[in-house]
Each structure stands twice: as structure tokens, then as C-alpha cells.
């Protein structure tokens, strides 16, 4: 007998309960689990409050989408009719704003700036060395030909 985690289960509950309901052969198919198996979490899930159930990161972005135009009446009753308390809605608005901002948008921690200011620093003494090894390399290389073209003309004479 198959043993699934939770966060695996309140998926696949997730995807069989509003606003995504999704028929229970599709999730079936989906998830690899048997429709018997996820009736039973269906209604393990349906005897626990709304505000417990799980939602899904498509089913958070549409009631975001769903509820930006309403205003504060309409909005709170959708969130009764839903099991969802408004502050979870900004959250989730926060959430999507934030997943869709350009990373010059979103300001470096004070971690981060100090692991770049230290790779920066890395970077540049590793071209310092490079820009060294490939100056004493030419300088051999010129000394080389030199070398050969004084030899070479004592043999020509």
C-alpha cells in the first residue's frame, strides 16, 4: 500500500476542491493515485473548515484576479462564500507582485551585496593573476626569439 505525504495530498485536494474543481478521473490520471483513494481525502477535507483547506498557486492567483476589481462589501463576501479571510487575498497579491518583479526591482539584501562584493573581489584578483602569468608569458616569448635570432646569425657567419 501506497503512503503519500500531506503536502502531496492537500495537491491533489486542492485541484478537486473550489475555485479549481477538477473532475476526480482527471486528478486521478494526474496524480497516478486511485479515485477511490482521493474521495476519501475529498472528504476527509470537506468535514474540516474552509479556512484549513489547501489552495493552490493557480487557484491564489485567480482569486486574486477574481477579487482585484470588487470592492470591500463584495470582497468579503466573497471570502465568506470561499473560507479565505481578505488579509490572506493581500498576501497573495504581495506573493504574485513579487514572483513577477524584475530582479533589478527587488532590492539586495545586506547578505547578498556582502557575497557579491566578495566574488567581485575573488574575480578581479584571479584576472590580476591571469593579466600577470600572460605578461611573464610574452616576456619569455619575446626573449625566446631573441634568443634564437642571435643564435641564428652566428651560424649563418
Not at 23 to 41: I, K, Y
Request: hydrophobic share 45%.
Amino acid at each position: 500500500m501506497a503512503r503519500y505525504g500531506q503536502a502531496f495530498r492537500d495537491k491533489a485536494v486542492a485541484k478537486l476542491l473550489p475555485p479549481e474543481s477538477a473532475p476526480l478521473q482527471v486528478v486521478s490520471r494526474e496524480m497516478g493515485v486511485s479515485e477511490a483513494t482521493l474521495e476519501r481525502w475529498r472528504e476527509e477535507a470537506q468535514t474540516r473548515p474552509a479556512r484549513a483547506r489547501p489552495w493552490s498557486a493557480g487557484a491564489r492567483l485567480e482569486a486574486v484576479i477574481t477579487t482585484a476589481a470588487m470592492n470591500e462589501a463584495a470582497k468579503s463576501a466573497w471570502c465568506r462564500e470561499h473560507g479565505v479571510y481578505p488579509v490572506d487575498l493581500v498576501k497573495w497579491r504581495l506573493n504574485c507582485t513579487t514572483a513577477l518583479a524584475d530582479p533589478q526591482d527587488v532590492p539586495a539584501t545586506a547578505q547578498a551585496t556582502r557575497a557579491d562584493r566578495k566574488r567581485i573581489k575573488e574575480l578581479e584578483r584571479e584576472v590580476l593573476r591571469k593579466d600577470r602569468a600572460l605578461a611573464e608569458t610574452a616576456a619569455l616569448l619575446v626573449l625566446s626569439k631573441k634568443v634564437a635570432a642571435i643564435f641564428n646569425k652566428g651560424e649563418d657567419e
